[in-house]
């Protein structure tokens, strides 16, 4: 069965949502309105977790509900419930129908146009036996305790999901998709004399998951996380100052996420609270620098074959050769500001609004190598790996902890460090990129992203960067 129709048969077959009658409800809800629609999920998740050689939480839950929002200009009504019911949704519209009062609007045309589907409609949840992934998980404990005597803790978890939804709009026009996503994670703690570190990697998207638990890629999550923790158990004090920075390929692109790409979301524009705000066709980056959201990469944690709003993805250009081009965009705010939407209108439930989202957000790949880079620093920070970090959109200062780094001293890679947070503004940071890799990477698959309380899979990626100064907070000299 297509997707489109396995998704809508399980709401208006298995649900027994009377489609007639539900097309009629939303039809006058939104009559009137600028725009709107009635968004339907089901969805199951699973999670295993071990502890120490124990499996110590295993759960599976199943969701299903509707959220229905009218928009006005720049008011929203929105109603949501867990009850797929026709009355449910009739009490619904009543609630949003509030928004109509003193409103003349023309409804909007549906999204155009469809989008390839990026990844598989089979449940992954069905696809392994419970067995088999508790036998999983126990294999990598045997497998990290067997590396080296220092490893005193073992953590593993295996995550699936697998959601349905459907956007039905005015005149019965529907747009529906599946989505799977799993995700591995390993975290370690090696001890030596009384010094404890950790090392943690992870792996992930939307595929099922024969794809991760093959014994070859749990062993090599397994190593990862094990070399992160030997390194740390000899890392020395961060220095602190201003210095030339080299961010790694990869999962570094969280600090692009998080210092560039919150600021670029088109509400925050709109709203005129972001440091890029009234910015279009000015430089906000050097020259090199081209950053791009693109949630039609096949199989891949932040894609996505149709946003929330049944617009399909694309690939949208935030920054061409440091000139900002655009922002990302959902239909309200792209209504507002006279734009197209990007497809980037993103929810993490039907108990949530949608707001314009990043998906998978990266730097483009430049033409030097590497080792090149290092070796132009005479004295400065190589940052691997990120842990948290914080931003703020209007300002745009942020602050992000590295969970590996390395001293660069005279063009060579030197010992790691602990303790090292990078401190800057967004902007600011992007016109002091110099060298631009040739490496770009994209991260393992466990990106999660959080904006007014949501939560949404995302993914990030970038070349090997250098930052000719950008403060790093230490303990060091």
Request: net charge negative; proline share 5%; aromatic share 6%.
């Amino acid at each position: 069965m297509p997707h489109d129709a396995q998704a809508e048969a399980l709401f208006f077959d298995r649900a027994g949502l009377d489609r007639a009658r539900v097309t009629t409800i939303v039809d006058d809800a939104l009559s009137g309105c600028d725009d709107g629609a009635l968004f339907l999920e089901y969805k199951q998740s699973e999670s295993f977790a071990l502890d120490d050689g124990r499996i110590r939480s295993a759960s599976f839950d199943t969701a299903q509900g509707f959220g229905l929002h009218a928009e006005a200009g720049e008011t929203v009504g929105f109603a949501h419930a867990t009850l797929l019911d026709d009355d449910a949704i009739a009490r619904a519209a009543e609630t949003v129908k509030a928004v109509r009062i003193g409103s003349g609007g023309t409804l909007a045309l549906p999204p155009q146009g469809t989008n390839r589907h990026l990844y598989t409609d089979d449940n992954p949840i069905d696809g392994l036996a419970m067995d088999r992934k508790v036998a999983v998980l126990s294999a990598i404990d045997a497998y990290a305790r067997g590396k080296d005597p220092r490893i005193v803790q073992v953590m593993a978890s295996l995550t699936a999901s697998w959601q349905a939804v459907t956007i039905l709009r005015p005149g019965g026009v529907a747009v529906s998709d599946i989505r799977p996503l799993v995700r591995l994670n390993v975290a370690l703690v090696a001890r030596q004399g009384e010094r404890m570190e950790s090392g943690s990697h992870g792996c992930g998207g939307r595929m099922v998951y024969d794809t991760f638990v093959t014994e070859e890629r749990w062993q090599a999550a397994v190593d990862e996380a094990f070399r992160q923790a030997l390194v740390n158990l000899e890392s020395v004090e961060a220095p602190a100052g201003e210095m030339p920075v080299v961010l790694g390929s990869g999962w570094p692109g969280v600090m692009l996420h998080e210092a560039v790409g919150h600021g670029l979301e088109g509400d925050f524009n709109r709203k005129k609270t972001s440091a890029f705000c009234g910015r279009l066709g000015e430089r906000v980056a050097a020259p090199g620098v081209t950053v791009v959201d693109d949630g039609t990469l096949p199989d891949r944690r932040g894609s996505l074959s149709v946003d929330d709003e049944g617009t399909p993805t694309s690939r949208s250009v935030l920054i061409e050769d440091g000139i900002l081009k655009g922002y990302m965009q959902d239909r309200m705010n792209a209504r507002l500001m006279g734009v197209a939407p990007t497809g980037n209108g993103r929810r993490e439930s039907h108990a949530h609004p949608v707001l314009p989202r990043m998906t998978n957000t990266t730097m483009e790949a430049g033409d030097k190598d590497p080792e090149e880079i290092i070796r132009s620093v005479k004295k400065g920070l190589y940052a691997v790996n990120f842990g948290g970090g914080q931003v703020d959109i209007t300002s745009g200062k942020f602050v992000f902890s590295a969970s590996e780094a390395y001293l660069i001293e005279d063009g060579k890679v030197g010992p790691a460090v602990k303790g090292a947070t990078l401190i800057g503004h967004g902007p600011e940071a992007l016109t002091r990129v110099s060298m631009i890799g040739n490496d770009l990477a994209l991260d393992p698959g466990i990106g999660t992203c959080g904006k007014d309380g949501q939560g949404v899979p995302v993914g990030v990626g970038q070349p090997t960067v250098l930052m000719d100064r950008l403060t790093v907070g230490g303990t060091g000299a």
